[in-house]
């Protein structure tokens, strides 16, 4: 069975400071694919990157930053310098090769308070 | 900038009424999913497509909803009859889906309509 588990609900923090939110899956497939969305408080859902399972290198976008460690199933974001408009729900989702279907976890709600 | 459009982004209706949500995903994109969000189950698959044949719908109340892609522009998600726990945000998302071995694609999904079933 596949599953995504972000373990932290809701995140408060003030501008400026570094946040980490934490994703763990689970999945017996040896090639899988690995998402972060964003949902704004307009309700739309963004797509910010997409890993597969082969490859474990780190990626860095602007703020954002990604740390996939295939040894603890982890996929974790970190936003560097956090800004008011980076307050969303982030969703972490898996995605297994013979399948088309997401898995999402249950999103965890950032609070970035000027 | 390709997007996925839905429409309506509103309705507000009666229980027991017709409702007809649709989409139009994004061009060369071959794989179409309807979810469904509620704060209390989140974000729920209920059905998907890909080259326009229904693959995996699951997830969806088959007695009241029913999902079709009449044609590559086009896919509707239909509830008969509403009712008031039909109350959410149901998105849309295309793809592009290659045979097995091929790159994922990245899912991307429409803006949502919010449905209010009174």
């Known amino acids: 069975a596949q599953k995504v588990t972000q373990a932290q609900t809701e995140i408060s923090v003030v501008e400026k400071e570094d946040v980490t939110l934490d994703c763990v899956y689970e999945?017996?497939?040896?090639?899988?694919?690995l998402f972060w969305y964003k949902q704004p408080p307009s309700g739309e859902l963004v797509f910010l990157i997409r890993?597969?399972?082969?490859?474990?290198q780190n990626e860095i976008s602007g703020r954002y930053s990604w740390n996939f460690q295939k040894s603890t199933s982890s996929f974790n974001f970190t936003i560097t310098a956090s800004q008011v408009v980076d307050s969303a729900v982030y969703f972490c989702?898996?995605?297994?090769?013979?399948?088309?279907?997401?898995?999402f976890g249950t999103g965890t709600r950032l609070q970035v308070f000027p | 900038d390709a997007r996925v459009t839905q429409t309506p982004r509103d309705k507000v209706t009666e229980m027991g009424q017709e409702v007809t949500m649709r989409c139009q995903p994004i061009?060369?994109?071959?794989?179409v999913f309807w979810y469904r969000q509620t704060m209390m189950q989140g974000l729920e698959l209920l059905a998907y497509?890909?080259?326009?044949?229904?693959?995996?719908d699951s997830g969806m109340p088959k007695d009241r909803f029913s999902a079709e892609m009449p044609d590559a522009t086009l896919a509707t998600l239909k509830i008969q009859p509403s009712e008031p726990r039909d109350s959410a945000v149901y998105f849309c998302?295309?793809?592009?889906?290659?045979?097995?071995?091929?790159?994922?694609?990245?899912?991307?999904f429409g803006p949502g309509t919010r449905l209010l079933v009174l």
């Open positions: 998302a295309s793809g592009l889906s290659l045979l097995a071995g091929g790159e994922r694609e990245t899912q991307y």
């Open positions: 999945t017996r497939d040896t090639t899988y694919y």
């Open positions: 890993r597969n399972s082969f490859d474990e």
């Open positions: 989702a898996l995605s297994a090769l013979n399948t088309d279907k997401l898995i």
């Open positions: 497509f890909r080259n326009r044949a229904p693959l995996d």
């Open positions: 061009l060369g994109h071959n794989t």
